[in-house]
Each structure stands twice: as structure tokens, then as C-alpha cells.
């Protein structure tokens, strides 16, 4: 989803000039946050409410408000726009076509329409954020580690223990994962159904704990829970940004698929 479709076109403005109790008094008029100061057709600043408040009324917008702000193109994705709203610690973003201005980007907005991409089940996000970081990631060529997880025998565990059972699995699987990820460098999401997708920026030692704590079985309820895994390398995979997205998903799931089949294999050889 691109800004161009939530961000709002009625932006009000104001003159450098202006004092900062008219500011105030346009910003209680319009019941908004924030004004676009404007001089000469071009944007210089924006004074926010908190600007006004921390200001002396008598002084004039050009002392209170915020120069050169943060703007965004309307033809950049939502996800662009919530990491620069974290990063920048702001709560709005001006949306500019080059030197044009076509509107206000706000954090409520934004989180609003994330919202619609969250997991109500595992409180993750869903496959479109995974997707767009992974997408980017590969277009900065930054290399990183795609590690997918899939519990197996997940239809057999409905069926024997019943739905409801079958959703603490995932749950309990989900909050494994997000206490494993660091919020500095790990990217997760459920992928679907009852599979995960996990990216990594960590070093190699890290991901190789990541991988043993996960692989390591669950006991819920007396029932033993495993996961398939997968992994691949973006610093070891041959020709690693010559593929897509889509296709080192796909290869690092026949990966997991791989070493499901490998220990059904094998516990059936240890049980004859």
C-alpha cells in the first residue's frame, strides 16, 4: 500500500512571520496538530503543537517551528513511512512530489492501517511485512538470514487434540519466537498457517543459538510439539540478490520440508 492512499490533502498552512499565538489559535480553529509553514510558495518548516507550547506566544513561527522536515513520496510504501516515523521519533510526515506538496502522512494514520496487516491471533504482523523487508533488504544488497519454521504435524494435532489446542500451538510457538528476536536486528512475522518466517540481521553465532532454541521441542499440556526448519545464509548463498524475495522463500521452505521428511525418516528407522 503507498502513502499516496492515506495520507490526507488538507494540509493547512502559515507564513514564517505569523506569531505563534495565531499559529495556536488556526491549529484550535482546524482542530489539528500541526501547520505547513509556507513562504513564497515554498515549504520551510512545520510547527506542531508541541512547538506552540513550548514557545512564547508573542515570538513568531519562524523561532518555534522545526526547518527542513521530513518528507516522504507519495509513491512510497506505508512501511517506509512507519520506519521513518520510528526512526525520527515523529508523529507526522510531510509528503512531498519533488518540490510539490500533496499532503500529511500522520503515526495514527500509518498504525491505523498496519493494523489491518496484524496477526489478531500471535499479535505478529502477516506475510506483507515480511515481504517488504526482505524486498528492500535485497535491494540494499544487505545480506541476511531467512530462517522459516513450520510445526509439524500440525493437521494431525487438530485432529487428535482439537482446534482450540491446535491455536495455543501456535501461539505458544509465536511467543517463543518473538522473545528469541531482537527488536534491533530480527524481523518476524506469521507467514501462514503454522508457519513463520523469521529475518535476521545478527551475526552467524547468534543465528546458530536462534536455531537450536527453536528446533527445540515444546511440551504443552503433556503433548510434545516440534518444528521443521529451515535456513539460508544471504553471506553464504551463491548468487544471493540475484534472486527474489518470493524465490529464497520458496527455498528455504523446500529446506524445512527437506528436514521434516529427514527426521520422519529417521525415527521411523530407530522405531522398526
Known amino acids: 500500500m503507498k502513502v499516496s492512499e492515506i495520507m490526507t490533502t488538507s494540509v493547512h498552512t502559515i507564513t514564517s512571520g505569523r506569531s505563534v499565538s495565531y499559529a495556536a489559535e488556526q491549529m484550535n480553529e482546524w482542530k489539528i496538530g500541526s501547520l505547513i509553514v509556507v513562504d513564497h510558495d515554498q515549504v520551510q518548516g512545520i510547527i506542531t503543537s508541541r512547538d506552540v507550547r513550548s514557545s512564547h506566544p508573542n515570538r513568531i513561527v519562524a523561532d518555534a517551528m522545526t526547518p527542513n522536515p521530513v518528507t ?14 520510528t526512526e525520527n521519533q ?8 519533488k518540490t510539490e506538496m500533496k499532503g500529511l502522512v500522520t503515526r495514527e494514520e500509518v498504525m491505523r492501517k498496519l493494523a489491518e496487516f496484524m496477526d489478531s ?7 506483507p511485512y515480511i515481504q517488504y523487508i526482505g524486498e528492500e533488504f535485497l535491494k540494499q544488497r544487505q545480506p ?23 491455536d495455543d500451538v501456535i501461539r505458544t510457538l509465536s511467543q517463543r519466537l518473538s522473545a528469541l528476536a531482537k527488536e534491533k536486528y530480527d524481523y518476524l512475522c506469521r507467514y501462514a498457517g503454522d508457519e513463520f518466517v523469521l529475518i535476521s540481521l ?6 546458530e543459538e536462534y536455531l537450536e532454541e527453536i528446533g527445540r521441542p515444546m511440551v504443552l499440556e503433556g503433548v510434545s510439539i516440534s518444528v521443521a526448519v529451515g535456513h539460508v545464509d544471504g553471506c553464504k548463498e551463491p548468487d544471493f540478490f540475484s534472486h527474489s524475495l518470493k524465490e529464497l522463500l520458496r527455498k528455504v521452505s523446500l ?18
Open 72 to 85: 516522504i513520496s507519495p509513491d512510497h510504501d506505508i512501511w517506509d513511512a512507519y520506519r521513518m516515523l
Open 90 to 97: 515523529i508523529e507526522r510526515i510531510l509528503v512531498m512530489d
Open 121 to 127: 491471533h500471535t499479535g505478529l504482523y502477516r506475510a
Open 144 to 166: 541476511f538470514h531467512l530462517i522459516f519454521v513450520d510445526i509439524n504435524d500440525f493437521g494431525r494435532i487438530n485432529k487428535e487434540y482439537g482446534h482450540p489446542f491446535g
Open 202 to 207: 545478527a551475526d552467524q553465532e547468534q543465528v
Open 255 to 272: 529446506i524445512s520440508s527437506y528436514n521434516k521428511q529427514f527426521k520422519e525418516e529417521y525415527a521411523a528407522s530407530i522405531n522398526r
